[in-house]
């Protein structure tokens, strides 16, 4: 018979204590509730509040927590490595004590894993008043190889590793390190993973911010621009012994030159004091030297390149730092149709005394990213620009101001503030409908084309109703858009709808010039019938209800099919004055009935 040792263990999960009393009982809570086979293995690192205490009571209440004890090492790489020592199952994923799990994390990551032969699995990070990294939890990945995708931005330990990958090839905490030893880990073990995969669409890790500032990282010093550049040298190269010359590496160097190197030029440029920010700077232009190849180069933002050409320049590194800092100034002064373009006026300036500042506009698609410049007048901080509408293709349009100076190009979204009476203007019919709109989000000014998400309001009012043989109806009506746009020729279909069973009759609509349109449809099956015009006005078809305003339009035909008689007749909803027609089949007995009672 199997004993609880004897039994497979899916995941080793390691948690190193240092004083973390406070935040235990969710910690572990979080993990308990992990519905796969497993075992805690907690280390606890010399701990004085009350942490060792509590961690034997749980210990000795789940048997499935272990707890190891050793005097305070100082980082969280000995007590992890001495954890991974005793692991025996097929995976171990690191999770802090001041952080926790979501439900099912471990489940889905672990099913992730074994449907794909993971090596390597990220799990969602959600920050709690801590920053994560987002670009590579835009979807689920069964395979995402580290030169197609974002997975290497992300350098926490916080995933599920495959046990046998990590002991084959020796991957262990660098213990001489109290900050930076997790990017050393990972690194090294996707260096060797063969499959990485990710769970994007469950929110799998919680990193939280200690409110009591203890934890290593919110250390004063803990992020120091010198250590943290020296430290870095571990983790590249170790990454350039592995990986060979080449766009992958070229891709992963983009990685610790924007976030780990070039951004110690940004505020901890500016805090730094002038010897301090001499030798970051004498750092960064040593490490450009020895690892920025030409294809690392063009992978980075033109702000950082910016920094490789002036790596020698301290004061203008100062400039390009403080012009990244300036808080940006904006406003909506105007925006309004001028013919087929939209007029824009505002004001934009950076914060401080800044010489030769130049604004313009961008528009950028939000789903594509495509973007178009927008050319503008300006004088000082006031600017005028014309939005060229005619020419966007179909899409959502976020506008942008932008402000280049010393070479920096900042750019912020615009409309969130603006003078009083500001207000977006209607809907103006183009080659497609065009809206523009603030967002209910912060308000920021947008341009729909196509209406994909902003709604189009419209009118489409019947005029003329006719019958003609068994049930054959023929409409005639007028149709506008936005502020009395008139839209007929953009009318493909009129679409009878049964109220109860839902079905559905769609026929042909007819332009009759820009204005009116006509559409004709058998109604020769019972039930109450609603009328809608579909649209085409460049983006998703859009319907609007059929009204009827004229309140002598009610009409009434009859008909025979075989012994059965039908009648149908047409009527305003008393909400909204919705076209409708109801239709009603008689059999022989109901119909003579009907006779009888008409003639009493």
Same mark, same amino acid.
């Given at each position: 018979?199997? %004993? ?27 993990? #308990? ?15 004085? /509040? ?37 692991? !025996? ?20 990551? #672990? ?62 905490? /660098? ?6 030893? /997790? ?44 250590? *943290? ?35 110690? #030029? ?24 020895? *690892?920025?190849?030409?294809? %690392? ?49 505002? !004001? ?37 620009? !014309?939005?060229?509408?005619?020419? #966007? ?134 039930? %109450? ?20 305003? /004229? ?18 007749? !047409? ?30």
């Amino acid at each position: 018979m199997k %004993t609880e040792s004897d039994r497979r263990v899916d995941v080793s999960i390691v948690v190193p204590v240092h004083n973390c009393r406070p935040y235990l009982d969710r910690c572990l809570t979080s993990l #308990l509730a992990q519905a796969v086979s497993k075992e805690i293995i907690v280390v606890d690192d010399g701990s004085t /509040d009350g942490s060792r205490e509590l961690l034997a009571e749980y210990a000795a209440k789940f048997a499935e927590i272990r707890v190891l004890y050793q005097s305070a090492s100082g980082g969280a790489g000995r007590p992890r490595n001495r954890a991974l020592a005793h692991a !025996t199952g097929r995976y171990v994923f690191f999770c802090d004590a001041d952080d926790h799990l979501g439900p099912e994390a471990l489940w889905r990551m #672990l099913a992730m894993a074994e449907r794909n032969g993971s090596d390597i699995v990220l799990g969602k990070m959600v920050g709690h008043g801590r920053k994560v990294p987002t670009s590579m939890f835009r979807e689920n990945r069964d395979n995402a190889p580290l030169g197609e995708t974002t997975v290497y931005n992300a350098l926490t330990c916080f995933k599920l590793f495959r046990r046998e990958m990590l002991t084959r090839h020796h991957i262990v905490f /660098d213990e001489s390190l109290r900050v930076g030893e /997790d990017m050393v880990f990972s690194v090294h073990a996707y260096c060797h993973a063969r499959t990485i995969s990710v769970v994007a669409d469950h929110d799998c890790y919680h990193l939280v911010s200690r409110p009591d500032g203890t934890s290593v990282m919110q250390e004063p010093g803990s992020r120091h621009p010198l250590s *943290w550049l020296r430290m870095v040298h571990t983790p590249i190269e170790l990454m350039t012994r592995h990986v060979p010359p080449g766009p992958l590496r070229d891709h992963l160097l983009r990685r610790h030159f924007r976030f780990d190197i070039l951004a110690q #030029l940004g505020a901890p440029f500016l805090a730094a004091d002038p010897p301090t920010r001499r030798a970051i700077a004498r750092e960064v232009a040593a490490m450009c030297q020895a *690892w920025l190849t030409e294809g %690392t180069l063009d992978l980075l933002r033109p702000v950082d390149r910016l920094r490789v050409a002036c790596a020698g320049d301290v004061d203008r590194l100062v400039r390009i730092a403080q012009v990244e800092a300036a808080g940006l100034r904006r406003r909506l002064t105007g925006v309004e149709w001028a013919g087929d373009r939209l007029e824009v006026t505002g !004001t934009a300036s950076l914060a401080g005394a800044w010489n030769g500042v130049t604004v313009g506009l961008l528009l950028r698609e939000r789903f594509t990213t495509a973007e178009r410049r927008v050319p503008v007048t300006s004088v000082a901080d006031v600017f005028a620009g !014309t939005l060229r509408v005619s020419r #966007l293709p179909p899409g959502v349009w976020d506008v942008y101001v932008v402000l280049a100076c010393e070479g920096v190009r900042r750019v912020a979204r615009f409309g969130a503030d603006r003078a009083p009476g500001v207000e977006a203007p209607g809907p103006r019919l183009l080659s497609a409908v065009a809206v523009p709109y603030f967002t209910r989000a912060h308000g920021n000014l947008s341009i729909d084309i196509g209406g994909r998400l902003a709604p189009v309001p419209g009118t489409v009012r019947v005029t003329r109703a006719s019958w003609g043989a068994k049930g054959l109806l023929t409409i005639e009506g007028t149709v506008t858009v936005g502020p009395g746009c008139p839209a007929a020729r953009r009318a493909r279909l009129l679409i009878w709808r049964e109220r109860t069973s839902g079905h559905e009759r769609r026929v042909p609509a007819t332009c009759l010039g820009d204005t009116r349109f006509t559409a004709a449809a058998p109604l020769d099956a019972p039930g %109450t019938w609603e009328a809608t015009l579909e649209l085409n006005l460049g983006g998703p078809p859009v319907r609007y209800p059929v009204q009827v305003t /004229d309140t002598t339009l009610t009409t009434t035909t009859t008909w025979w099919r075989g012994p059965h008689r039908w009648t149908a007749s !047409t009527r305003a909803s008393k909400i909204r004055r919705k076209l409708i027609v109801a239709v009603l089949s008689r059999g022989p007995r109901s119909v003579v009935r009907n006779s009888i009672r008409l003639v009493r």
